[in-house]
């Protein structure tokens, strides 16, 4: 059972750059999650989604795009990297409706730009 | 919008000791959750304990368990009989009750680093 994969695992940007982070979970999880964490900040919500086609901003979503066409994919895309979008990114999904449903976490990309 | 503060970046326990993790949040609301997340240097992020805010019997989970103070919107995480494999950082993270279709948006704090010393 693979849960939440990310990838990739690492990556290093030039300024400008554009970059997808994939995510994709086989739990048939109806929602998921994008964070950033960074020191001394904790993890913060980029974007959310709550099924295939809908799709929110959280508390930071300047600089991100996301799209949810299938229920198991969830890419968050940078079209213009910056150096502050350097941090650790995770992935999150869980049901939808279940109040004792768990958030499932991918293990992270370590995104630096440079 | 709630808030989540955990005023210690940094703690140290001697192994097989009892250390105490703090937490307070700010809501407005009466129903949420509560969790403490461990993230070891895998970087994996590890669901330790969680609290239903209605209910005032306060979590436990083996060595974990919660002292949940309402009333002082305190969420305290100990951790009893230490062991090595417990050092990690630890994020203590608010959700309220009332998720709009259901979105699992989970408030995190600053996160405070526990060291286990040998």
Redesign the interface.
Same mark, same amino acid.
């Given at each position: 059972n693979a849960g939440v994969t990310q990838t990739p695992k690492f990556q290093v940007l030039k300024t400008g750059q554009s970059m997808t982070l994939q995510c994709a979970q086989d739990m048939n999880h109806? =929602?998921m999650?994008w964070?950033r964490q960074d020191p001394?900040?904790?993890?913060?919500?980029i974007h =959310?989604s @709550?099924g295939a086609g809908?799709t929110?901003q959280?508390e930071v979503p300047n600089g991100y795009n996301v799209s949810r066409s299938t229920t198991e994919d969830f890419p968050l895309r940078l079209l213009s990297a910056a150096p502050s979008q350097t941090s @650790?990114y #995770?992935c999150?999904s869980? =049901? @939808?409706?279940q109040?004792n449903?768990?958030?499932h #976490?991918g293990?992270?990309t370590?995104l630096t730009v440079t | 919008a709630q808030t989540v503060t955990q005023s210690q970046p940094e703690m140290s326990v001697q192994e097989a000791e009892t250390v105490t993790l703090s937490c307070t949040y700010d809501t407005s609301e009466s129903d949420y959750y509560l969790f403490w997340y461990k993230q070891p240097p895998s970087r994996q992020m590890i669901l330790v304990i969680r609290q239903e805010a209605y209910k005032q019997q306060n979590a436990t989970e083996n060595r974990f368990s919660v002292n949940f103070q309402k009333a002082a919107k305190s969420f305290s995480l100990k951790i009893s009989d230490s062991q090595l494999g417990d050092a990690a950082m630890y994020f203590c993270a608010y959700r309220s009750a009332w998720a709009l279709q259901g979105a699992q948006k989970l408030v995190f704090g600053q996160g405070t680093r526990l060291t286990i010393n040998p």
């Open positions: 109806e =929602y999650s964070y001394g900040m904790g993890l913060r919500l =959310y @709550v809908i929110d959280g @650790v #995770f999150a869980s =049901y @939808v409706g109040e449903s768990p958030l #976490f293990n992270g370590r | -």
